[in-house]
């Protein structure tokens, strides 16, 4: 199951990917056409800046699970880097329960605001909602990430030590 999951969010990652690089094209657009705008006829489009931050808000939270998957996030490691190679796995298991808590507490907040989301921004009415789910979108695929990882530490730690090579005898 758990090797399911991991292909699952494989996948889910390449969407992701995907999503974000045409957020990011847009973004580039929009922000490029509001300049020019702004530069050559002293105006610009009424109430772009709602849509730039939408997008801008799916672009970091797409990418983050993007690059969690990857193992491509901001990591200090100099407390762990010192420990021998099973209590690095215990360190990584630890992390993972509190990454997975981190995420939990954050859906529930979530839930605990959800009838406040209903609010709009003010020129195309975009709901707060659409702004908010892009964080339980990014922080659902970390979580689900986390226990495949979680999984994946135990399995280690389950598995005996190898014993050390021998030196060779002349």
């Known amino acids: 199951m758990i090797h399911r999951l991991d292909k699952l969010l494989g996948a889910l990652c390449r969407v992701y990917l995907l999503a974000s690089q045409i957020l990011l094209t847009g973004l580039v657009l929009l922000v490029g056409i509001q300049v020019v705008l702004r530069y050559a006829t002293s105006r610009s489009i009424l109430g772009l800046e709602e849509w730039t931050s939408l997008m801008f808000v799916w672009l970091v939270f797409l ?10 996030h901001i990591t200090i490691t100099a407390a762990v880097d010192i420990f021998p190679q099973r209590m690095r796995t215990y360190a990584d298991g630890l992390i993972g329960v509190a990454t997975i808590a981190f995420c939990v507490a954050v859906f529930v907040q979530l839930h605990n605001i959800w009838p406040y989301l209903l609010h709009a921004t003010m020129i195309y009415e975009i709901p707060e909602a659409a702004f908010k789910l892009s964080l339980a979108v990014g922080l659902g695929s970390i979580m689900l ?16 030590d190898e014993p050390a090579p021998s030196a060779p005898t002349h």
């Open 145 to 160: 990430q986390e226990i495949v990882n979680v999984a994946s530490a135990a399995r280690r730690l389950r598995q005996p």
């Open 63 to 72: 990418m983050s699970a993007v690059l969690h998957r990857r193992k491509r």
